[in-house]
């Protein structure tokens, strides 16, 4: 825990040293583990590094190539914190194309693909608590304060696709209570009994290209395995 409080700390230290162009009106591109319609726009970039259970650290970047077309790759490494061989996965490639702008008459509509895994290895199942999103397709509708958010996923899109297994649904909330702190809720994964997950999170804004989130998840089950993630996030222009 001293780890990360340090880890912390360092990134709002050098964060001004980086901060060339001021970034007001940064969007949400997901929420704790499921994505928005939102994109970066042109040339902006988006550093997150999210640390969660058995000292993993998770190292994702977006960068926008246009103001509804962004691309990004993560990474990520397990035992980093704490004891244990520390162990990482290749990296994979992300991407985000936004359809269809919020209106009055439509939400706005994306389509992405996000393939990493991520959370507690689950040795007998070769797999990880959270599954890649995978590709996926999202609308999003801002209703003032209140960003609502629904999805459709496809996990595994490349080898022997099983539509009740394989096929996910998901759903949130963004609430700005004001332009520094935000409230996160999500419910990830509902299709399934195993994996599936309601999400609660805090996002707050230590400066402009700065934020700070705590996410606790697993809210359906028993108190003592709620999983809590920490996350940096850092957003400014080329």
């Known amino acids: 825990m001293k780890k990360i409080?340090?880890?912390?700390?360092?990134?709002?230290?050098?964060?001004?040293?980086?901060?060339?162009?001021?970034?007001?009106n940064t969007p949400n591109i997901d929420i704790v583990d499921t994505p928005t319609s939102n994109t970066l726009l042109r040339g902006m970039y988006n550093f997150h590094m999210r640390f969660y259970e058995s000292g993993g650290v998770l190292t994702r970047a977006w960068v926008g190539f246009a103001n509804t077309f962004m691309i990004g790759a993560t990474f990520n490494l397990d035992n980093v914190i704490g004891v244990g061989t520390i162990t990482g996965r290749e990296p994979k490639v992300l991407a985000k194309l936004r359809l269809i702008e919020d209106s009055a008459a439509f939400p706005a509509l994306a389509v992405g693909y996000e393939p990493q895994a991520f959370g507690f290895y689950i040795a007998g199942n070769s797999a990880y608590s959270v599954r890649p999103i995978g590709a996926y397709?999202?609308?999003?509708?801002?209703?003032?304060?209140?960003?609502?958010?629904?999805?459709?996923?496809?996990?595994?899109?490349?080898?022997?696709?099983?539509?009740?297994?394989?096929?996910?649904?998901?759903?949130?909330?963004?609430?700005?209570?004001?332009?520094?702190?935000?409230?996160?809720?999500?419910?990830?994964?509902?299709?399934?009994?195993?994996?599936?997950?309601?999400?609660?999170?805090?996002?707050?804004?230590?400066?402009?290209?700065?934020?700070?989130e705590v996410d606790i998840k697993g809210l359906t089950g028993d108190p003592v395995n709620y999983v809590r993630n920490l996350r940096i996030d850092y957003t400014n222009y080329f």
């Open 5 to 24: 409080v340090c880890a912390v700390l360092l990134v709002m230290a050098i964060s001004p040293l980086f901060a060339e162009s001021s970034v007001q």
């Open 137 to 212: 397709a999202v609308v999003t509708k801002q209703l003032g304060i209140i960003n609502l958010n629904g999805g459709i996923n496809n996990h595994n899109i490349w080898t022997n696709f099983n539509l009740s297994n394989d096929l996910g649904i998901f759903a949130g909330a963004t609430v700005m209570l004001n332009p520094d702190f935000a409230v996160l809720l999500e419910y990830n994964d509902a299709t399934s009994l195993t994996t599936n997950s309601l999400n609660l999170g805090f996002r707050y804004a230590f400066a402009p290209e700065l934020r700070i």
